[in-house]
């Protein structure tokens, strides 16, 4: 059967770890495997080339940061190749050019159009370990090199998984899968041994970070099973699969995300297309919203809050400035000392009180709730930063998501 | 004009020099130009690729090693362009597939057999300066990265300009240009304006390191006008081009060359086929042959000496010992411990006695010669490596080379 094995930077952080990682690609190629294995950079590597970039230009064109970052993953690569040889296989590694990951053309964060993965089954055919960069592919109309942005290997990954119909993508990392809560924050947090496709992508887009979401969506669309592990342990991780074939768990687990800052527009009016107006202006600056809660209004206005990622703060600040007299908007507050809790689970919606319980443990935790958010598989808070660790064990308390072991991560 | 400029990974050794060097290019875009720039890994970058596959393959497989190798011309690439980009330009860089540098399939030393440049060209018409990856190509049968062996940008660039039609290719180095001999052995070596494409292929092949030999092969091949010169200064260098537009110096330089070992093989049999079977086996064994010395015969056998690389010399002599039964030879001697020193110059064939000059000077220096060799611009000759110095300020004092100005070296 064909597998496809996607290894994270912190799995070939170093030579050693190469060929450690070497050492389970080859064991899956002698059990019979044809063997596609997605790579991302060493360790830091990006973020020292990204460093290097930013002492020559404070925005460095994106066509050429692209091409920078893209050595990363070609030294992992190659290092890897060599290392499989040492175990006595031969492993051809392909750059996303070469493995025919083609993009849109839109630099440090392209989406994959379409796959064509000849030479990799022609190099599988020929018995070769198939060894591809992650991250990057090629625009199809400039010929130019793109990458997935931050993550992106494993949408790579998944989408190789889906183009060659392999029958499992197993996605190493440095936690041995996805748990109940962060262990770092409840640290009785229990690893989930099965979830689905959706609750994946409710988790991912909460905040947990062992899954990209762009790699969730594809891997959901096209069928893709999933199997989050570590590359530290040979334990089985958690399984990412449709629905039916799993234990039905009615909450998955408590993710939160300290990356967003909350804003608040006050006095908005009341009226048709003003929020349509607010949020086509920060679309277009491509600032990304992620909770957006608006109250019915009392006196003709209305006050409206949204989080977007920090860093875009200052920006969308600026933006609702110019704003602020076109449509006659009150005072605006950005605030960036806040954390996003989320309570996810696929049985959520059949099984009412879900979110009272949650609000209660929260209460009974002294900790206050600012903005409130749900979907049919998921429920999100907004409290002070400075809570959120005790938001987190508080609902994961609530739920008894505590397993018996403690968990695994390096 | 089109021009081609060629840095060393000196020249962009860090995000400083980078910046220098923008300007640089900026300036020669300023002036009217179309520039062409190809660039070299930074520093020892390509040193310390080298070392980590080491640390993971004893014998690193070629094609890995060179998609390894690759990665360095790719980051230093896309530094620069960002740092012409803060120049107030726009700059486009290519990997050498991109720019259309197509090789054969020997990896890491692979030879260039087209050049398709039309990214360039477009490029080019679209006001951009174009960068590209020294010392790479992709292979017409496999399509897979290929590197031309070290000092290959040398290469890239001269081929660039041949097949671009180039008015003009810029060598820029650690160096001010091509010395009468080297600075560091003769401190009052004065530096050449201008050399035939000719004197700088015995020169570069003599052991001068500022020109790589086949990138001269090349630029003569295909009557590319070169200038040498340093990075670090606005001083005009050396010019390489055909004869007749230059000073015709009689002499140019004493080169010299310590990375070669002597082998002697003793009573090889006077007859027919037997040196052949010899430099044969060599060739086959991939060792390059440089100086090859046989005298007449005295009884019927002879003594055959060659310099080959130093590395290659363990290799050589259990490839002779295996022969010495089948043909059958006598003592088979390898010494590593000497120096090969040349006197280049154009005019040489029409002055007799530079020879005899050359050998009383070393005499009077008390310098024993070991072998000798000439063409019809070159004399050399093989001493004891620690009187390499003594023997090129000797040269180069009998030939009056000495200059007014100090060398700028750094």
New interface residues.
């Given amino acids: 059967m064909i597998v496809v094995q996607k290894y994270g930077g912190s799995s070939v952080a170093d030579?050693d770890r190469?060929?450690k990682v070497a050492e389970r690609i080859t064991a899956a190629k002698r059990a019979g495997n044809d063997v596609v294995v997605v790579v991302s950079a060493m360790g830091k590597s990006t973020d020292r080339?990204t460093q290097?970039?930013l002492?020559?230009?404070a925005v460095?064109?994106a066509?050429?940061?692209d091409?920078?970052l893209?050595?990363?993953e070609?030294?992992s690569?190659?290092?890897l190749?060599?290392?499989i040889?040492?175990e006595g296989f031969?492993?051809?590694?392909f750059t996303g050019s070469?493995a025919g990951i083609i993009t849109d053309a839109a630099h440090g964060k392209a989406r994959i159009i379409d796959i064509t993965p000849g030479?990799i089954t022609d190099a599988l055919a020929e018995g070769h370990i198939v060894i591809v960069a992650g991250f990057q592919g090629v625009s199809r109309e400039s010929?130019d090199i793109t990458t997935l942005g931050r993550g992106g290997s494993d949408t790579t990954a998944v989408a190789l998984a889906g183009a060659l119909d392999a029958d499992l993508c197993e996605i190493y990392t440095d936690v041995d899968g996805v748990y109940t809560a962060d262990p770092r924050l409840a640290p009785k947090a229990r690893r989930l041994e099965a979830v689905t496709h959706e609750e994946m992508l409710e988790l991912a887009a909460s905040g947990a970070k062992v899954l990209q979401v762009r790699a969730v969506e594809y891997a959901r669309n096209h069928g893709v099973r999933l199997h989050v592990r570590s590359s530290f342990s040979h334990q089985d991780g958690t399984w990412v699969e449709k629905d039916g074939t799993m234990e039905q768990a009615i909450i998955s687990g408590v993710a939160h995300d300290t990356s967003e800052g909350k804003l608040v527009v006050r006095g908005v009016p009341d009226k048709p297309g003003v929020a349509a107006r607010i949020f086509t202006g920060l679309a277009d600056a491509n600032i990304n919203v992620d909770m957006i809660v608006q109250n019915v209004s009392a006196d003709g206005t209305t006050d409206v809050s949204f989080t977007v990622p920090v860093a875009d703060g200052p920006r969308a600040l600026a933006l609702l400035e110019e704003l602020r007299a076109e449509v006659g908007l009150g005072e605006i507050v950005f605030d960036d000392d806040i954390a996003k809790v989320s309570l996810v689970g696929a049985g959520m919606k059949t099984h009412p009180g879900v979110a009272a319980t949650m609000f209660a443990a929260l209460s009974a935790a002294g900790v206050n709730i600012e903005m409130i958010s749900t979907s049919t598989i998921r429920v999100s808070v907004i409290v002070r930063r400075e809570h959120v660790e005790r938001a987190v064990q508080a609902v994961h308390d609530a739920f008894e998501l505590d397993g018996e072991q403690t968990a695994v991560v390096r």
Same sequence: chains 1, 2.
């Fill in positions: 030579t190469i060929i080339l290097q970039a002492e020559i230009a460095p064109p066509r050429e940061l091409m920078l893209t050595a990363g070609r030294i690569m190659a290092l190749a060599m290392a040889g040492e031969t492993a051809r590694s070469q030479r010929k």
